[in-house]
């Protein structure tokens, strides 16, 4: 395929995908609330003698990583609700309120498992929690895309030109890097805001959205 024809496939997958109005500039403003609302609760739980509270932890990950899940669920079911036409942004809303709980069951094996979850071995602990609301965005995504398309090859052609799907991959495949080299190079959660602060560092999921709104602002 060439430049112009796949400059024409790229603008029609948008045309399709993006029509406008609230969709992925609807989500990005939900991430920042997230981060606060994580932060503060951390630092609170600190003030209050409750550094190393396993029941914390979860309160303030859940805040800090999936906070923006939770208003992104919201803004799916409000689409729903209205009966608006399926799009890429409520799709991708729908899988992060899917993933939300994934990370509650993953920290609390892991502490029965023994993991040392302050240590480099509980690296993929904040990685789940800021993130796993991501993979399911991302699985989510594709679904749509197939059920678009209608055959996997053709949803996975859209998969690797669509700006949005690439930039949540290149997110859930480098952040856990990111984490194994912050603990490995001694960063430890040790204190709830720390813990705020690890989980808003790797909750990355504010790029692909970013990246939609620019797309639907300049394409």
């Not at 303030?60 to 079911?77: C, D, K, N, P, Q």
């Not at 929690?129 to 965005?137: F, N, P, W």
């Not at 480098?174 to 194994?180: A, D, N, Q, R, S």
């Amino acid at each position: 395929m060439g430049f112009e024809s796949g400059k024409v496939f790229e603008e029609d997958v948008f045309e399709e995908e993006a029509p406008g109005g609230e969709e992925f500039s609807e989500l990005i403003k939900y991430t920042l609330p997230g981060y606060i609302i994580g932060l503060l609760a951390g630092i609170f739980l600190d003030f209050q003698g409750y550094q190393r509270s396993p029941v914390g932890q979860w309160l303030v990950r859940t805040l800090a990583g999936e906070g923006e899940s939770i208003f992104e669920g919201i803004y799916s079911v409000k689409q729903r609700l209205r009966k608006a036409e399926g799009t890429m942004a409520e799709a991708y809303g729908w899988g992060k309120l899917f993933g939300l709980t994934i990370p509650w069951f993953i920290d609390l094996g892991s502490r029965l498992a023994g993991v040392d979850v302050y240590g480099v071995q509980g690296f993929y602990i904040p990685y789940f929690y800021a993130l796993s609301d991501q993979i399911g965005a991302n699985i989510s995504g594709m679904l749509f895309l197939k059920r678009k398309e209608g055959s996997w090859n053709a949803a996975f052609e859209r998969y690797f030109r669509h700006p949005v799907m690439l930039a949540s991959l290149a997110v859930i495949t480098l952040v856990p890097l990111g984490l194994f080299g912050a603990r490995f190079l001694g960063f430890s959660p040790t204190t709830q805001t720390y813990t705020a602060l690890e989980t808003i560092a790797a909750n990355l999921c504010w790029i692909p959205p970013v990246v939609g709104w620019y797309v639907e602002k300049y394409r």
